[in-house]
């Protein structure tokens, strides 16, 4: 598997004995008949075939091939005659410089695995009984095997300090203090995280406000805003007005959200407000990473404010959501949405539904579950209805579409019968509309995982119900990831998970991506920054997470076990590719 595209330039090529008429399909090179330039991709996914021509003494002269990404890191070589009859070849890939390539070839010979790949010169040789194909090649920019957790960085011991350095100057020692409970983004390139509960440079455990900025073209950290220290008040300001004065107060378990434009926002979570007070909160904030100000944009600056409805639909100065924890949020161009969450007190899931008017700051009510159980109404799977409606729940995983569509997975709450169990539904909310559809999963909490074959997506396969996962959408909004959290994994009990998952919308299918099919799985971190196929991030629940583009993951922190197998924060930083 490659990490970027590369170039693959082919110097020359030379066929002897060459039967007319074979077919030749290759994942690594593509071959054509002569002065055709021709361009494909390496992986075995995507083979391609081109008929080779000409005897033993042809040779072709090909253009560049550029060559992009697919599934696996399988070479498979496949001969059809004209005859119709199939014979097996074997690939090798060798070179004077050993640092450049080493394939291994199966043992059935109908396949050869990369171990290794680096900028340089090589030679390809493709053998059968009936001709050898040789292509001396120069690797003009370096592969990484895919689908590898590489270990990046950070301590392998829990509950460590960070390293701030200079408040908005990136350096290589920086890093965040181990932490968990973490609000995240991506933005331009970059991923932020801010928060959470962990450690600040000195002190001890507590909750934070430090933002962080961190660039992977690099693997260096910026500290952005906020305080080094833990449990620091929060600076208000004036309500719709941005300043860099301004930080929200230090908290755990906010929601958050991203908009179209990058700007990061923020609201509630158990924290301090602006006296210094400690309690749960429902402010609302927005930074924008192009002039790194907060702004506060609803709700109370004190703590433990009390929920008000209001008028269905209307928005009014006086309504609010209430202090919470643990939501579901989204932001489009207009307004921010806001669903369930968990008050102060054991089991104080919600299913109450809002709107934030982001030019004025105001609130509306727009819909609450009635049922005396707090079930939800799921209708017909993959069918919008006006009376489909989920049930109430609390950390799960959320993403933002695009600027009509919302989507929302599991947590901890209830399903149509109302019990409270981990749950593995899928919702989908077009704002168009207004209407809910439930797209996977089941209607009742508790349900095992279905993982199926790693790597490959099946209408079958689902996660298991599940809460405190870590979860991240790409940038088109088509893709959702999932690691971890406390639930099930296939073989059934409650448990800690360490399981990725990716989650298509055009497919409406789940693929499980890596991890094991059980729980409690200790890490293992391998040399830093080399992937490896026995790399684990272990189990992890409450971590910052990141999906820059399609298949590729960054992690850092959470809740796990160290190098010394204690439970603790965690301050690590891992990329899945």
């Not at 600027?403 to 168009?432: A, C, I, P, Q, R």
Request: glycine share 14%.
């Amino acid at each position: 598997m490659v990490e970027r595209q590369i170039l693959v330039i082919l110097k020359h090529t030379i066929f002897s004995g060459c039967t007319k008429g074979i077919i030749l399909f290759f994942a690594l090179a593509i071959l054509g008949c002569k002065n055709s330039p021709l361009s494909g991709e390496f992986g075995g996914s995507k083979l391609k075939s081109v008929f080779l021509s000409g005897d033993s003494s042809g040779s072709a002269e090909m253009s560049s091939i550029s060559l992009g990404s697919s599934d696996n890191s399988v070479l498979y070589f496949l001969l059809e005659k004209e005859d119709g009859s199939k014979e097996n070849g074997m690939a090798t890939w060798s070179s004077s410089d050993t640092g450049v390539a080493t394939v291994t070839p199966l043992v059935n010979g109908e396949s050869a695995q990369v171990s290794a790949i680096s900028v340089g010169t090589a030679t390809i040789t493709a053998e059968s009984s009936e001709f050898s194909v040789q292509l001396t090649v120069t690797v003009v920019a370096a592969l990484t095997q895919q689908n590898f957790w590489t270990w990046l960085g950070g301590s392998k011991l829990r509950n460590q300090f960070g390293n701030y350095g200079t408040r908005g100057v990136e350096s290589p020692s920086n890093f965040p203090g181990a932490r968990k409970w973490i609000a995240h983004w991506y933005s331009g390139g970059h991923y932020y995280l801010f928060g959470g509960s962990g450690y600040g440079e000195s002190t001890g455990v507590g909750r934070l406000n430090d933002l962080w900025r961190f660039n992977p073209s690099n693997n260096q950290w910026t500290w952005i805003s906020g305080d080094k220290e833990v449990n620091a008040s929060g600076t208000y300001g004036v309500l719709l007005t941005p300043s860099t004065s301004n930080t929200p107060g230090a908290r755990n378990d906010p929601t958050f959200s991203q908009d179209a434009s990058g700007n990061f926002w923020l609201m509630g979570g158990s924290g301090l407000d602006s006296l210094g007070n400690s309690g749960y909160l429902d402010d609302v904030w927005r930074f924008n990473p192009t002039t790194s100000e907060w702004t506060w944009m609803g709700g109370a600056n004190l703590r433990n404010s009390v929920r008000n409805f209001g008028t269905v639909n209307v928005e009014d100065p006086a309504n609010t959501p209430g202090a919470r924890i643990c939501g579901n949020m989204w932001v489009n161009s207009t307004h921010l949405y806001l669903f369930g969450g968990s008050f102060s007190g054991a089991f104080q899931w919600q299913a109450d539904f809002w709107r934030l008017n982001l030019s004025t700051g105001e609130w509306a009510h727009l819909a609450q579950q009635t049922g005396t159980n707090g079930g939800g109404s799921y209708g017909i799977q993959g069918v919008s209805n006006a009376s489909n409606y989920p049930g109430k729940r609390y950390a799960g995983a959320y993403w933002t579409q695009d600027n009509n569509t919302f989507w929302m997975w599991g947590g901890e709450g209830t399903g149509e019968n109302g019990s409270d169990h981990y749950l593995n539904d899928l919702w989908k909310y077009d704002v168009s509309t207004g209407n809910w559809t439930w797209m996977t999963g089941s209607k009742i909490g508790g349900a095992q995982a279905v993982l199926g074959t790693k790597l490959v997506s099946d209408s079958a396969n689902t996660p298991g119900g599940a809460t405190v996962t870590s979860f991240a959408a790409d940038p088109t909004g088509s893709n959702l990831y999932l690691l971890g959290g406390w639930g099930r994994a296939s073989s059934g009990g409650e448990q800690h998970l360490n399981i990725l998952y990716k989650y298509n919308t055009s497919s409406n299918q789940w693929t499980w991506m890596a991890g094991n099919d059980g729980g409690g799985a200790q890490p293992a971190w391998g040399a830093l920054d080399e992937p490896a196929a026995s790399n684990n991030a272990g189990y992890r629940e409450n971590g910052a997470m990141w999906a820059p583009e399609t298949d590729k993951i960054y992690y850092f922190g959470g809740d796990s076990r160290d190098e010394l197998t204690n439970t603790g924060r965690m301050s690590d930083l891992w990329r899945y590719y």
